[in-house]
């Protein structure tokens, strides 16, 4: 029997027999999405229909009609292909929903710009010399086209990147996480460069490996120092961050 279409999620539970108590629970979502690429030029209307947290049946606007997932979604595919004005409702979405929403607030996304927040932290305190994972987390930026890339000693490293790929914080906002699989020597400089459309220019994050005598020899254990100045008629500036243990230390330079 074909289910009711429809948005949202509702639950219900189900009994072993009339006088058990109902025992489980099961949950049915319907998710819909516009995927857009080229402006209005590439348009696209998905929907899923996921019963628990297996999608079981889907709508995509390119294929024109319900394609079964698993066995459980196969009724209800053959089911709504079969009626003929739902699926005309079905195929117009791509239209009704998708066209009409970018249209109305296309423009606006289009011109928004939020500038990322990068931060550059090894996964585990390690001595030098020992496998690490050097992370690149880069947070609240908008739109989500975005490049990151690691550098060693100005060399770009492209064995051992590892990405979480795009996240949406679900506030219009997106992160990601790159990292880069090391094993750190004195001295060493790593770079996070950041390409993204809110800035005319790259960020970079620096991140360099002291051995601990050298960072106690040097640097008070908690310092913070703030260098400026007006060179050419632009301000350039470069924020030096040096932290506890101390075999660390981060520089974000600010162009």
């Known amino acids: 029997m074909g289910r009711e279409v429809g948005g949202g999620i509702w639950m219900g539970n189900t009994c072993k027999s009339m006088a058990d108590?109902?025992?489980?629970?099961?949950?049915?979502?319907?998710?819909?999405?516009?995927?857009?690429?080229?402006?209005?030029?590439?348009?696209?209307?998905?929907?899923?229909?996921?019963?628990?947290?297996?999608?079981?049946?889907?709508?995509?606007?390119?294929?024109?009609?319900?394609?079964?997932?698993?066995?459980l979604g196969r009724p209800d595919a053959e089911y709504w292909n079969q009626q003929k004005d739902?699926?005309?409702?079905?195929?117009?979405?791509?239209?009704?929903?998708?066209?009409?929403?970018?249209?109305?607030?296309?423009?606006?996304?289009?011109?928004?710009?939020v500038e990322p927040t990068v931060t550059v932290y090894p996964a585990k305190t390690q001595p030098l010399q020992h496998h690490n994972l050097l992370v690149c987390s880069v947070n609240g930026f908008y739109p989500g086209h975005i490049e990151v890339r690691w550098f060693q000693n100005g060399h770009e490293e492209e064995a051992g990147v590892i990405s979480t790929g795009l996240i949406p914080n679900g506030d219009w906002t997106f992160q990601t996480m790159v990292m880069l699989e090391t094993v750190p020597q004195s001295g060493e400089v790593y770079t996070c460069q950041v390409e993204h459309p809110s800035q005319k220019s790259p960020i970079t994050v620096e991140w360099t490996f002291f051995p601990p005598s050298q960072n106690s020899r040097y640097f008070s254990r908690s310092a913070q120092c703030y260098v400026a100045a007006w060179m050419g008629g632009e301000f350039r500036g470069e924020l030096l961050l040096f932290s506890q243990p101390s075999i660390q230390s981060e520089r974000i330079l600010l162009s």
């Open 86 to 113: 739902f699926m005309e409702q079905m195929r117009a979405k791509v239209d009704t929903v998708c066209r009409s929403n970018y249209l109305g607030v296309g423009s606006f996304m289009r011109q928004r710009r």
């Open 21 to 71: 108590s109902c025992q489980s629970f099961f949950m049915h979502q319907f998710k819909c999405e516009c995927r857009f690429s080229n402006g209005l030029e590439r348009m696209q209307f998905f929907a899923r229909y996921i019963y628990n947290t297996e999608e079981d049946v889907h709508f995509d606007s390119d294929v024109g009609e319900f394609t079964a997932v698993t066995e």
